[in-house]
């Protein structure tokens, strides 16, 4: 089995501005609800890989080189902690690296223990302005004791946040998981981030998938309890939902930014990454924060028309390179339905215009991917004889309405756009 490095940010891709992740070795801070510890345990680093990528990347093809030569924002990482036992030692010269060749850098951490301390204090002092991600689920240290029992303490992350801020960083919290049992009252906590200076909060529930649950050790389920894995089920439970809409509703009313990935308001949550990455990645809540100014707020039932074209003029522009990946990995089978492949039998590459043109116009792809996976958004359509047929633009790509009330399916019936 091949180690882990540097390879495209595919599992948020159009939803966050990273274009690539780093991934390393198995995470020691071991939270016995990670997903990424428990669907690879045996995860493991491949530095020679990583060094060389790094090292070599200005004259590399791949699509790793091609979007470091295009100095998309690397994450540093949403699937292992790179200031952890198991890591920090290792990281320390790749990040070096990074810095020596101006490869900007994301974060995603819950800090670091005191022996790799002084690593992710060099790292906060030495490294140019960036976005930070520090998770904060709890403000009980029993209750992360409990959950998250070899991760750092809560009192240390509060400090590593008010440590980020003062070296210039900006820093953004993630209360993911949020559940009523473990931060029952969330005021406190989210007062406490928005006096230290923090921009905003991402909040999702917890859930436990069937393959998820089916990985879990005896040990993680004890901690976690039966009960609460029954309760928060496959989508997270009603109450911890509620919980999150209204944790939501009061970070917003004092003045943070807020996100997760089921909001479809407006948010200002990205925007620091516009202004401390030369290229972030495209992401769909650029559309939203652009256009629904343009509706009336008296009017519930208005709706806004949206062409490629227009949305393409608002979204971060895609890295020059072969764009077929994201649709091959989201739905290989009805990828290879859709294209035609070429005489030798393989499948075409897709240029960026390519892609828009397929994630656009195409049902699944849109739904997947693009903006019909909000329920903000639906293809203008009319009904003929039982037959939903789209309607298109000017260059034949269809029309996509938006009403902040949202749509009931995919398809939105709007005769009068005929």
């Not at 198995?26 to 997903?35: E, I, K, L, Q, S």
């Not at 992350?157 to 919290?173: D, F, S, W, Y």
């Not at 997947?368 to 996976?373: A, M, R």
């Not at 639906?378 to 789209?390: F, G, L, N, Q, R």
């Amino acid at each position: 089995m091949s180690g882990d490095g540097i390879r495209p940010y595919a599992g948020e891709f159009l939803v966050s501005p990273a274009g690539l992740e780093l991934s390393m070795n198995w995470c020691g801070h071991a939270c016995t609800y990670c997903f990424a510890n428990w669907f690879k345990p045996d995860r493991r680093a491949d530095i020679r890989g990583i060094v060389g990528l790094l090292a070599e990347h200005h004259k590399r093809r791949s699509r790793e080189a091609r979007l470091l030569q295009a100095r998309v924002p690397m994450l540093v990482s949403n699937h292992v902690d790179p200031f952890a036992g198991t890591n920090a030692v290792q990281f320390e010269p790749i990040w070096e690296m990074c810095v020596e060749l101006s490869i900007p850098l994301a974060w995603q951490t819950r800090g670091a223990h005191k022996a790799h301390r002084p690593i992710l204090e060099r790292v906060v002092r030495e490294t140019p302005r960036s976005v930070w991600y520090i998770s904060i689920p709890m403000l009980d240290d029993d209750v992360r004791r409990q959950v998250e029992p070899h991760a750092p303490s809560i009192g240390s992350r509060l400090e590593l946040v008010q440590q980020l801020i003062e070296a210039g960083h900006v820093v953004t919290v993630g209360v993911n998981p949020l559940t009523v049992d473990w931060l029952p009252k969330f005021e406190p906590l989210l007062d406490q981030l928005k006096a230290a200076g923090v921009w905003g909060v991402w909040i999702q529930v917890p859930y436990f998938s069937k393959s998820f649950k089916g990985n879990l050790d005896d040990k993680a389920r004890s901690r976690l309890g039966e009960q609460f894995i029954r309760t928060c089920g496959e989508k997270g439970s009603k109450a911890d939902k509620a919980h999150a809409a209204a944790a939501m509703a009061y970070a917003k009313g004092i003045g943070l930014e807020v996100f997760s990935t089921e909001y479809e308001e407006p948010t200002r949550f990205f925007d620091p990454w516009h202004e401390v990455y030369e290229r972030p990645m495209p992401y769909w809540h650029q559309l939203v924060n652009e256009i629904d100014p343009g509706l009336d707020d008296a009017d519930e039932d208005e709706y806004l028309v949206i062409t490629r074209e227009h949305a393409q003029s608002i979204l971060s522009p895609l890295p020059e390179l072969d764009w077929s990946e994201p649709l091959r990995h989201k739905r290989a089978k009805h990828y290879r339905a859709i294209v035609t492949p070429l005489p030798d039998g393989r499948l075409p590459k897709q240029t960026a215009n390519s892609f828009w043109d397929i994630m656009w116009n195409d049902d699944l792809f849109c739904k997947s991917l693009g903006p019909t996976s909000f329920r903000r958004f639906a293809h203008a359509s009319i009904v003929e004889d039982d037959t939903i047929i789209p309607l298109l633009d000017e260059n034949g790509d269809r029309l996509i309405v938006y009403r902040r009330q949202g749509w009931r399916y995919t398809f939105a019936e709007t005769p009068e756009l005929a």
